[in-house]
């Protein structure tokens, strides 16, 4: 079976075209022509990740964020990703990256993120999703729950005008640089849960009274392993598939 196969699965899935404009989901180097051997599934690419693919002997690595982004002026071997991107070229080793398509797509990185955070009734809104709590809870309560859900050492609270929350707006990894996002959400829920919450975001949420939950981008996004997985293992189930083990949050 070639590698294109497993391309087909990922793209039924999260099209490529439903991808946010600035994104650059796809090929970044490889020929998924060539026979499959086995899959490696990280979040980033790094040296690392093409020596635990070529040990595992996967000659196909999903990445989540595209570790091609802005356009190469030069080859500069002192950067980690391109000496991952060398490494694995010389190695007929493929990379492929799905990001905002499968953040995105029904079932996505989005509405496991939305599970994790305990809600229900989830639906699309904006870039992200909202839902519900079971029941109100008290928004440091819920914090907590958060922090033991997604196994992060620390989370970070903006306080707003409601001690109790119910209705959530979640976004994985970076959301938090939107105003215009900020004052939607503000609009129709009680918390906004996201990575990556700037100044002025802040700023503006605390003013107006709307509470944010801050997590880590990391823990936001690391069901993404099980999600490609999973999704290779049900349409290929004889597939070798691997969650790459040297993925670590590099916040410590």
């Known amino acids: ?134 029941q109100e809870i008290d928004l440091y309560e819920y914090a907590e729950m958060i922090k033991e859900a997604l196994g992060e050492k620390h989370v970070k609270v903006i306080s707003g005008s409601k001690n109790k929350v119910k209705k959530v707006v979640c976004v994985n990894g970076a959301g938090g640089g939107d105003e215009k996002l900020l004052l939607s959400c503000s609009e129709i829920s009680d918390v906004f849960v996201t990575s990556e919450v700037k100044y002025n975001v802040a700023r503006l949420s605390k003013d107006i009274g709307y509470a944010i939950i801050e997590v880590g981008h990391f823990t936001s996004e690391r069901g993404f392993l099980k999600l490609i997985k999973n999704l290779i293992a049900k349409k290929m189930p004889n597939v070798r598939v691997y969650e790459a083990e040297c993925v670590q949050n590099p916040y410590e």
């Open 1 to 134: 079976m070639v590698q294109q196969k497993i391309i087909e699965i990922i793209e039924e899935f999260a099209p490529l075209e439903t991808q946010l404009p600035y994104d650059h989901c796809g090929l970044k180097t490889g020929d998924l022509s060539k026979e499959l051997t086995g899959v490696l599934v990280c979040l980033d690419l790094s040296p690392a990740i093409v020596d635990e693919a070529k040990e595992k002997k996967c000659n196909l690595i999903i990445e989540h964020h595209p570790s091609i982004w802005n356009a190469w002026e030069k080859i500069d071997v002192r950067q980690p990703k391109v000496r991952a991107l060398i490494d694995a070229t010389i190695n007929d080793i493929s990379v492929y990256s799905a990001h905002t398509n499968i953040d995105f797509a029904q079932g996505g990185l989005n509405d496991i993120f939305a599970g994790q955070i305990g809600l229900s009734n989830v639906k699309t809104f904006s870039e992200g999703r909202i839902g519900r709590l079971k």
